[in-house]
């Protein structure tokens, strides 16, 4: 995959594209929906598939002191975009100037004049210009003046209700990575380069691979069972484990952060990134009055994971 990442310096032959616009955050199952869509057109055009998205998130931009609510940072946006198949990421950067433009002034500047589109697909809700002024019929009108075409994609629901990053965070929040998974159309990962800890895991008999998830949503604090991907150095490759989310309270409070024990796996994973899959949620997060009901209790959920990943 192509990523550009600088608006104000693209090469001729990364001009053309038939692009998604969105955030993109979490990539679910509605953005799939309009990439698909985009995928469609640029076969019948003959042109790259490509997706345009923006980094640091603009509500990020707009509210720095804001709660945390990603559900995935930019590296783990990319690579799931690069799993759905597209073949030129445009990821400009949000800023004062992108955040002043208006909505014709975006078309007309960065759609037109930089990118060069060929076609632009965005979901039905999409708004985008200074003041989220611009909408998507907007967008088809401009696009017919600038001689470049504009599909709306309608809003993907579910039973229960519509698609969107705002039920998949509250099904996180409460322990559910199921639902969230069936509205994602993928199961939710969290990705981080593997970091030293305190060595407590190793202690324990459990030595796990610790990612940090500062800045991103937080699921229900407890302990899950996984599908682990560690992306590259020596032991690339598909795991199973037990992964515990939370501020370990039996050792005093901490900065949350992810742990995840590998089932059957021997080796160091210390600056590799991992992608860890919320499969299932196994129990809360507790609070121990000894070590040694803490080490029978991650027997038991190591045990309980590996019967849940059986399949996986």
């Given amino acids: 995959m192509d990523i ?27 953005h799939s929906a309009v990439i698909d869509h985009a995928r469609r057109i640029a076969a019948q055009l003959g042109a790259p598939l490509g997706v345009l998205t923006f ?3 603009p509500r990020q931009f707009f509210a720095p002191d ?5 559900l ?8 799931q975009l690069q799993e759905c198949g597209v073949e030129r990421l445009y990821e400009l950067p949000f800023n004062t100037v992108l955040a002043g433009l208006t909505a014709e002034e975006f078309v ?14 965005v979901g039905q809700d999409f708004h985008f210009g200074k003041g989220r002024t611009g909408s998507a019929e907007r967008l088809t009108a401009l696009g017919a003046e600038m001689g470049f075409g504009v599909t709306v994609a309608p809003l993907i629901a579910l039973v229960g209700g519509e698609v969107s990053s705002t039920a998949i965070r509250q099904a996180l929040a409460e322990g559910r990575p199921r639902d969230a998974a069936a509205m994602l159309g ?6 981080g380069i593997v970091e030293h800890g305190d060595q407590r895991g190793r202690e324990l008999g459990f030595p796990t691979a610790n990612i940090s998830i500062s800045g991103l949503h937080m699921p229900r604090f407890g302990v899950y069972a996984t599908a682990v991907i560690v992306r590259d150095g020596p032991y690339a490759g598909r795991y199973k484990g ?10 005093g409070v901490n900065k949350p952060n992810c742990e995840t024990f590998l089932l059957d796996f021997r080796g160091d994973l210390y600056g590799a990134r991992i992608s860890v899959g919320l499969v299932e949620y196994l129990r ?28 996986v």
Avoid: W
């Fill in 4 to 30: 550009i990442r600088d608006s104000l310096f693209i090469a001729p032959d990364q001009r053309g594209a038939v692009v998604a616009i969105g955030n993109f955050d979490g990539v679910h199952a509605g």
């Fill in 66 to 70: 804001g709660p945390d609510f990603r």
């Fill in 186 to 191: 993928h199961i939710h990962r969290l990705e």
């Fill in 72 to 79: 995935m940072d930019a590296a783990t946006r990319t690579a």
């Fill in 108 to 121: 007309a500047q960065i759609l037109h004049d930089r990118l060069g589109v060929r076609h632009v697909v």
């Fill in 55 to 57: 980094e640091p998130h």
């Fill in 284 to 311: 809360p997060e507790l609070k121990f009055d000894s070590v040694d009901a803490l080490i029978d209790t991650m027997h038991a959920d190591v045990e309980k994971a590996r019967r849940i990943l059986a399949d």
């Fill in 242 to 251: 037990a992964t515990s989310i939370g501020i370990r309270p039996t050792f």
